[in-house]
């Protein structure tokens, strides 16, 4: 049973800084996709990160150069550093894990976040809360 948990949630002000955790277990696959996503109250999930198995990572534009993704081993736990936050980064933060099909890879090497519906294991939710 695949089991995934975030932490690092909080509240900063504009400016800060929050590293979030994601936490797997019980995933076998040899290639897997990490994905973070984010959602604010009133708002469509939005794609933030992603990370494979073979290292390549992929940003939303909103993010890039101040959210960075990383992982030593991506089916155990996966990071997201976030730099510069502002209040438009405010919601709560997920993260998505799958096993790393042709359709996934695929998107990453478009240089695209692979969107909600491929993934089928998520985490609970960890709040990042970003005042002005």
């Known amino acids: 049973q695949v089991k995934m948990v975030e932490s690092g949630g909080g509240s900063v002000q504009t400016g800060g800084s929050l590293q979030l955790a994601c936490r797997i277990s019980?995933?076998?696959?040899?290639?897997?996709?990490v994905t973070w996503f984010r959602q604010a109250p009133g708002k469509e999930r939005e794609r933030v990160a992603a990370i494979g198995t073979t290292g390549t990572t992929i940003y939303a534009d909103s993010v890039k150069g101040r959210f960075t993704i990383s992982a030593d081993n991506p089916k155990v736990i996966v990071y997201l550093q976030m730099d510069n936050l502002t209040p438009e980064d405010t919601g709560m933060y997920y993260c998505?894990?799958?096993?790393?099909?042709?359709?996934?890879?695929?998107?990453?090497?478009?240089?695209?976040?692979?969107?909600?519906?491929?993934?089928?294991?998520w985490g609970q939710g960890t709040q990042v809360t970003v005042s002005s």
């Open positions: 998505a894990a799958d096993r790393l099909t042709i359709g996934m890879n695929r998107h990453l090497e478009l240089g695209h976040i692979p969107p909600a519906s491929a993934f089928e294991f």
């Open positions: 019980g995933l076998t696959y040899a290639s897997v996709c």
